[in-house]
C-alpha cells in the first residue's frame, strides 16, 4: 500500500468515527422522540399495546398471568400467541407507568438489540461499519414501526451468538431459546438458516448442532402457541404463507447484514482480488453505507415508512375513543372495526373502553376482503359473533372491498333468516356509519 493510500485510509478511518457520533446522535433523537408518546401509534405498535393492557389488567384484578385473552379476536385470542417475556415485562411496568410501559420496552429492545449486535459482533464496531449497520434500512424499520417482540427476540439471538463465539454454550442455549420462544415464526427460521449456513466454517460442528438442537427443544412450547392462535384459522393457507415468507424475507437482513460485514471485515482481503483492496476495506464500508440510505429512501413508499415516520409526531386519533363515550356504544358487545389510516388504535381504544374485537391486531385476522354473497357474509359474521360493525369511508378508498355495500343491502333486506343476518343503522357520521347485527333470528 502506497503512503498516499495510506494517508487516504486513514483520513476515511477518521471520518468514519464522525459519521458514527452523528448516526448515534441521530438514533437517539429518534428513541426520545418514540418516548415522548405514551401511545406510539405505528404499523405494529398496537398490539403490543393491546395484549399489555390486557395483563396490566388481570394483574391489578388479582388473576395472575393470563393465558387466554378473550376480549379479542372473537374470544379465542391467546395472550401471549408470542412475545411472553416483553409483553410480560411490560404488562407489571404498565401497573405504575400505563401504556407508557410499552413504548419504554420499544425503546429499550431496540438498544438491547444494538448493545448485544456489536458486543456479538466487534467486527462492526467502529467506524463506517457501525454506521452502516446502523443505517441497515431493516433495522430501521424495526422501532418506527413498533416492533416490540421482534426487537427483544433479535437481542437475545445475537446475545446468544455471542456466548457461542465466547465458548458459553449453556447461557447460549438459554439465549437462543429465549429468541425463539419470544418470536418463534420468525427467529426460528433464521436461527435455522444462521445456524445452517456457519456450519461450513465451524470446526465444532457437532457441538453447534446439540447446542441449537437443545435450545430449539426448549422454544417448541412457545412455537405451539403461534399456531394455536385463532389468526392462523382466520386466514388462508396462501395467505399465511406469504406473509411470512415477506416477513422473513426483509427481517432477516437485521441478523444479516451485522454477521455478512463481520465476515468480509476479518476475510475479506483473502477473498477479494489485491487490485480491488489496495485501499484496505473501507471503501467497502463507505459503500455500504451509500446502499444503506439509498435503500432507506427506496423503501418509504413500499413499506409505507412515510406514515411510520410520521409517527414520531402523530397523536393518536381520538375519534372511536369519543364514540366509546357516546349513548351508541355499549360495553361487552363484540364490534368489527373497519378503518384505514389509523393504525388500530381506534381498535384498542374500543378495547380499553370495554368493548370486545371480533379480530386481533393483525390485518390478517381483520380479513378485509370481498365476500361473494350475503349469505357467506352472514356466516362470517355469526362464526365471530358480531354484535356491530363500524365501517370508516377510508376503509372503502383504501381496500376496495364490497363489505360496506353488503351491510347497506342487509338494512335494505331487513329481515333475518337462518342463512342471513338482518342489519340496521344504529348512526351515520360524517367518516363512519355504525350497524347493528341481528344474529339471531
Known sequence: MTVDASRGSARLSRLGKRALIVVAAG??????????HSLFVSHDSMSNYGHVWWVAQQLRAGQGVP?????????????????FLPWLVAGVLSLAFGDWAVTLLIVLGFVALVAAMFWAVPEVRHGWWAVAVLLNPTLVMAPIIGQLPFLWATAFFFLAIGLWRRDRRILAV??????????????IPIAVIVVGVWLFWEPRKRALLLTY???????????????????????????????????LAVRIFV?????????????????????????????YALGTVALAIILNVAFLQPFELTWAWAGLARRPDKTLAEFARSSD??????????????????????????????????PESIGRRSFPSLAIYSTFLRRRGVDT?????NFDVRWKTNEHQLLEELVTDDHCSPTQVGASVVERFERFDVYHIQRTC
Not at 78 to 83: D, I, R, V
Not at 332 to 345: H, I, P, Q, S, W
Open 27 to 36: 438514533w437517539a433523537l429518534v428513541l426520545a422522540a418514540i418516548l415522548r
Open 67 to 83: 393465558f387466554r385473552m378473550p376480549v379479542i379476536g372473537h374470544g379465542e385470542a391467546l395472550t401471549f400467541p408470542y412475545g
Open 174 to 187: 438459554v439465549a437462543a431459546a429465549v429468541a425463539q420462544a419470544t418470536h418463534p415464526a420468525i427467529l
Open 213 to 247: 438442537g437443545a435450545s430449539l427443544l426448549l422454544a417448541l412450547p412457545a412455537a405451539f402457541l403461534v399456531f394455536d392462535s385463532p389468526v392462523m384459522e382466520d386466514t388462508s393457507t396462501v395467505t399465511k404463507i406469504a406473509n411470512f415468507a415477506a416477513t
Open 255 to 283: 441478523v444479516a447484514v451485522p454477521l455478512v460485514l463481520a465476515a468480509i471485515r476479518r476475510n475479506g482481503l483473502q477473498w477479494l482480488p489485491r487490485r480491488l483492496v489496495r485501499r484496505g476495506l473501507e471503501p
Open 329 to 362: 356504544f355499549t360495553p361487552g358487545l363484540t364490534y368489527r372495526v373497519l378503518r384505514a389510516g389509523d393504525g388500530k388504535v381506534g381498535m384498542y381504544q374500543l378495547l380499553k373502553a370495554g368493548g370486545h374485537l371480533d379480530s386481533e391486531f393483525f
Open 389 to 393: 360493525v363500524i365501517v370508516f369511508k
